[in-house]
């Protein structure tokens, strides 16, 4: 059981961090390739996509499972 949650909460934070890259993005399409569209100022058009949320809760889901998990590691190592 515990070895599912260890792969669990990976898997979690793999999938927020991933998604992450692409949670950033302008209303007109790809940001990177629309620059003669947004013009040098553009950086205000930037906004959270839909996938922002789903990264925040991956990772929030993620992060304390594999907190917890490693709170009492150390007991299976004699403390070191």
Do not use: E, H, K
Request: glycine residues 16%; charged residues 10%; negative net charge.
């Amino acid at each position: 059981m515990r070895t599912a949650l260890w792969i669990a909460g990976g898997l979690l934070c793999a999938a927020g961090i991933m998604n992450l890259l692409f949670s950033f993005g302008a209303p007109y399409g790809d940001f990177a390739t629309s620059i003669a569209v947004a013009g040098a100022d553009g950086m205000g058009d930037i906004a959270p996509t839909d996938r922002f949320m789903f990264s925040v809760v991956c990772l929030a889901l993620g992060v304390p499972t594999l907190v917890g998990l490693n709170a009492t590691a150390w007991r299976n190592t004699g403390g070191y």
